[in-house]
């Protein structure tokens, strides 16, 4: 675990040095296992910051509410600073106007596996790189941290900020970069009707809440298709055509934007699997065009370059 | 299958260079051969091919003009982008691949569409009517689909 302390004498450097506006990180919330959000504007403010793995939201969404001038710091973990980055490449934002503090991330834990593990109402959880030590009503419970990671964080391959300003704390070890791979190749092994199946009892439980469209740090349009009613793009009702358009589109639209950090399955309430989908994007982006997103605050995406090397792409 | 099956085909406009073939697609289309005219394949939207196939379409096929050939350039590579992921993207969750198909024509191809179509709907009777991803509603003869 980063040291806490560093953090927040940094963040009370760059508030009381007048070198940002506001800091984005978490303060602790209302029950034990959902830190909030929280923008700091003093450096009083910043003794209430906290830092665990629990902090389920990605801090970037928060990048495109705030006015584009302002200079802003934040607490960033890997997936963060790749969207970070990739909001820079799509000019949202200036990387001049950014300090960011990076943290190396050991994986978020999913307060869902938290809560059944637990079977009840939970007190407080003590997390060391190992184990995480859980408190409830009738108990102790000491369970093996990988057990307890959210799915796409069991994926991840770069848990280091790749573009920080400041790191704190050693750099992990990057991990295995196929088993992203793997998961996609092992829903692709089904036949199309189980897929199909699949994808159907996923979208048809949605209760069209958008939360996955908040949590996203890429999921900035001023007016998102559904919303849109006159003229109407698409389905957009509550009826199954319109709960697979939402689905289908708002994963298309991550096409080479998709960090994986897992925000959208995170702050879904029916707890709906949503991974496989941008997975399977960004592995195809990887492979056609070698493209990861994120990596680096220059590189377009591509749905938005073309290359000489695309007409030898077209079946002629 | 009794029925012919259902195409949605996108074109653009600037791929038939010859007026015969033109005329035939214009005015002699099958009936089962739903025609959307675009401006360009850039101008294709992935959404587009998502309400033809949620709205029932046995096939799409997008036909374009060859890389270096494009009116304005390079819409029809940024399209081949998008859309053959879309493609890829759709046959993850369950669509069969094969009933997407693009067509690219030369400027100096004559009667290409109507043989391509052809071999399209030959493909198209072997996969039989599609059923997953159908899933719009009817609209009723004379309603307007909201």
Redesign the interface.
């Known amino acids: 675990m980063p040291d806490i302390e560093a953090i927040k004498s940094e963040a009370k450097r760059l508030l009381s040095e007048g070198m940002v506006e506001v800091m984005l990180a978490f303060k602790a919330g209302e029950t034990p296992l959902h830190p909030q959000p929280a923008f700091f504007r003093t450096p009083d403010d910043v003794d209430e910051l906290v830092y665990s793995s629990l902090n389920q939201n990605n801090l970037a969404t928060y990048l495109t509410r705030l006015p584009k001038e302002s200079k802003v710091s934040m607490v960033v973990r890997g997936c963060e600073n790749r969207s970070v980055n990739a909001l820079v490449v799509e000019k949202q934002k200036s990387r001049d106007n950014l300090y960011l503090i990076g943290v190396p991330c050991e994986g978020i834990l999913d307060w869902r596996k938290i809560v059944a593990k637990a079977g009840e109402a939970v007190k407080s959880v003590n997390e060391s790189e190992q184990e995480v030590m859980v408190e409830s009503r009738s108990g102790y419970y000491l369970v093996e941290r990988k057990e307890l990671l959210h799915d796409s964080c069991m994926r991840c391959s770069h848990p280091n900020p790749v573009s920080a300003d400041i790191l704190i704390g050693e750099p992990l070890a990057e991990s295995d970069s196929n088993l992203a791979r793997e998961a996609v190749e092992e829903?692709?092994a089904l036949s199309?009707?189980e897929?199909?199946?699949w994808?159907r009892k996923e979208a048809e439980r949605c209760i069209r809440c958008y939360a996955c469209r908040e949590a996203c740090p890429m999921c900035y349009c001023t007016e998102c298709?559904v919303d849109h009613i006159e003229p109407?793009?698409?389905?957009s009702?509550a009826?199954?055509?319109g709960m697979?358009?939402w689905h289908?589109?708002r994963?298309?639209h991550q096409?080479g934007r998709c960090t994986s950090c897992g925000a959208c399955e995170r702050a879904c309430p029916m707890d709906i699997k949503m991974t496989y989908?941008t997975e399977?994007?960004n592995h195809?982006m990887k492979e056609?065009y070698n493209f990861e997103t994120g990596l680096d605050a220059q590189t377009k995406p591509?749905?938005a370059t073309?290359t000489l090397d695309?007409?030898n792409?077209?079946?002629? | 299958m009794a029925e012919r099956p259902g195409i949605a085909l996108f074109q653009c406009q600037w791929c038939l260079f010859s007026p015969t073939d033109q005329d035939w697609v214009d005015n002699h289309l099958p009936n089962n051969i739903y025609l959307t005219k675009t401006p360009c394949t850039g101008r294709i939207?992935?959404?587009y091919v998502?309400?033809a196939v949620?709205g029932g379409a046995d096939g799409v096929m997008i036909s374009g003009c060859?890389?270096?050939q494009c009116h304005f350039v390079?819409g029809n590579?940024?399209a081949?982008?998008?859309l053959e992921?879309?493609n890829?993207?759709?046959?993850?969750?369950?669509?069969?691949k094969q009933r997407v198909r693009?067509v690219?024509l030369d400027l100096q191809d004559r009667g290409m569409i109507q043989k391509e179509l052809a071999a399209f709907e030959e493909e198209l009777k072997n996969l039989g009517r599609a059923a997953?991803?159908v899933?719009?509603?009817k609209v009723a003869e004379g309603e307007q689909n909201?």
Not at chain 1, 232 to 235: F, K, P
Not at chain 1, 313 to 316: G, I, L, P, Q, S
Request: hydrophobic fraction near 45%; charge should be positive; aromatic fraction near 18%.
């Open positions: 829903f692709e199309v009707k897929r199909y199946a994808f298709f109407r793009w698409t389905e009702g009826t199954p055509a697979q358009a289908i589109v994963a298309f096409t989908l399977k994007l195809d056609k591509p749905f073309v695309d007409k792409r077209f079946m002629v | 939207n992935p959404l998502l309400n949620q060859l890389p270096e390079t590579i940024t081949r982008r998008q992921e879309f890829d993207f759709l046959n993850h969750i369950g669509y069969e693009f690219w997953n991803l899933t719009r509603m909201a």
